[in-house]
């Protein structure tokens, strides 16, 4: 990367004072508006970026600069691999991210983020839904509480009749905001329309009429203010959902028109959405940072431990071999599985729900890779926890039980989950025993149950893919399954295992260890498929051998754990 005078001068302040926090925030600082006044200048110009972004791949990706490390060429070496030849998500590098956001915004990619939008708008009308379901049931519970037999001589027939009634009524009210709304944006209304409105109208007023009615039966005054409180809820709820379901009508206008109009977009307007793109990773980045108290620098400086794509896929495979359900969640059904972006910067990673990615800053703070994909992860599963599951099954917890403070939970959580991920995983006891337990029933895999790769598990392959896959992998093994490749009997012992064939999936490990005998978790296969047909002295040899070659790991403490079991039995 050519420097001008200004920039080598920041170079040389920092280099000065490698520990001062004016220098190295100038020295981020370059790496930024070196990009953007770059890129602005080609879009300016109406020229492609690639030319740029191929020269300068290391400094755009990495921030590496040669007068900053004196090991660059050696950084270069390390930093090769393709980002792309990861399965389980999709992971660019920042250059990968500017060519494509810029592509987007060329071709008009209003109308892909419009249908994103509605897609957030559906999802989000969802959990409205939910929640009106949620609370009429709470209404009905609360009603038939106090208004049952014991508390009155309404019978219980008649009063589930009224309760039925008070949902009816929810609809005529939603019915009724819904036109009320359609009225005062000056929509015309036939007369049919209108008459139909007015009969609508005095229908409800029956039935709210004959809400009060059950209230006023309610001797207890904070239960019947309760009653009001999930009325008026109800409501709010309603004006949300309508408000949203006119926004996607809007917006489904509005794709229409961009389908029509596909006007030439300015060079200007190019430069200012994509520096805006920038300037929005840009942000994020430096809240990665900011969160730890530190100043962030996007430029690769003297002994910073990086990111390297091996080592990213590494991290993601460590998270979903020990958290093996955190991509099993509604939003992955509607927006997929998050992306990954690796950008120059330091700090921990970072979830952005807005566009459904992982901002994974190059530098983790100090060489804590595991810990700062796992703060990221931790984020996603708050963010898809639509229900609040997990966080209201980790208050109960006797250490959680006097926080009232969601913030601080989630603080708690969130250290708990990075310990998880990298010294209960290694097998160091840091947890308390109540947060350990919790842990393995709310995130790790089943003890019970023999290790599978993400590509395998059941949730993450549908029906028809798996009976593909097993047809397909017997069809190649055959009857002689020892002369065919190990991966192809790895894979059948599992698939054969989630059947149900245990006496099928016990040949095929058997017959992988014999010709590998490194495969570290085909031993631990061994033990629980062992265990499944009641062959002990295999299932102890399995385990045995996976716990003296994998000593220090959680795995190797359940392997021990069922050795005790089996030895007892």
Known sequence: MQLDDSSRQVVQNFMAEPTDARATYALGALYWSTVTSRIGALLQEKKDIREFVDAEREFVNFGLLNEVREDADAVRLTLT?????????????????????????????????????????????????????????SRKELILTHLGEGGSSVPSGALLAQVARLTQGDQLLFDSLKTKKAIAKGVFFSVEQRRAFVGRENQLQKA????????????????????HNIENRISEIFSKIIALEDSIVRMEKRIEEIKEKQDTISPAEVESRALRAIEYVRDLVKLCARRLRIESCAILRPKDPFFTIQELCACFDRIQEFDPRVFCNERVNYLGKPSVLLVPGNGNAIYDWKNNEFIVPLVPPGGDFVGSIASAIIEYRFDVDDDKKLLNSYMKLPENRGVKSIYRLKKQLTKDYVSWMTSEYKGYRVLSKDAKKWFEHEIAP????????????????????????????????????????????????????????????????????????????????????????????????????????????????????HIRRLQMS
Not at 100 to 122: F, H, M, P, S, Y
Request: aromatic residues 10%; glycine residues 6%.
């Open 81 to 137: 691999g393709d980002a792309g030849s990861y399965p389980h998500l999709r992971i660019r590098v920042f250059s990968e991210w500017l060519i494509e956001t810029i592509e987007e915004i060329v071709e008009g990619n209003q109308k892909e983020l419009l249908e994103q939008d509605i897609k957030r708008a559906r999802i989000q009308i969802e959990r409205f839904n939910k929640e009106i379901a949620s609370t009429q049931e």
């Open 208 to 227: 709210q009429a004959q809400c009060e009615g059950l209230v006023s039966r309610i001797q207890g005054k904070d239960e019947r203010a309760a009653l």
């Open 446 to 561: 089943s003890r019970k149950d023999i290790f599978c790769p993400p590509e395998y598990q059941q949730f993450n392959i549908s029906t028809k893919e798996f009976r593909s896959l097993l047809e397909n992998v017997e069809s190649r093994l055959g009857e002689e399954a020892s002369e065919h490749p190990a991966e192809d009997r790895w894979i059948a012992s599992i698939l054969n295992y989630q059947q149900g064939k245990f006496e099928r999936a016990f040949e095929h490990i058997q017959s992988l260890l014999e010709d590998d005998s490194q495969h570290l978790f085909g031993y631990y296969n061994l033990g629980h498929i062992g265990m499944k047909i009641s062959r002990k002295q295999d299932a102890i040899r399995g385990f045995s051998e996976f716990s003296k070659r994998n000593p220090q790991s959680w795995w190797a403490g359940v392997a021990r754990d």
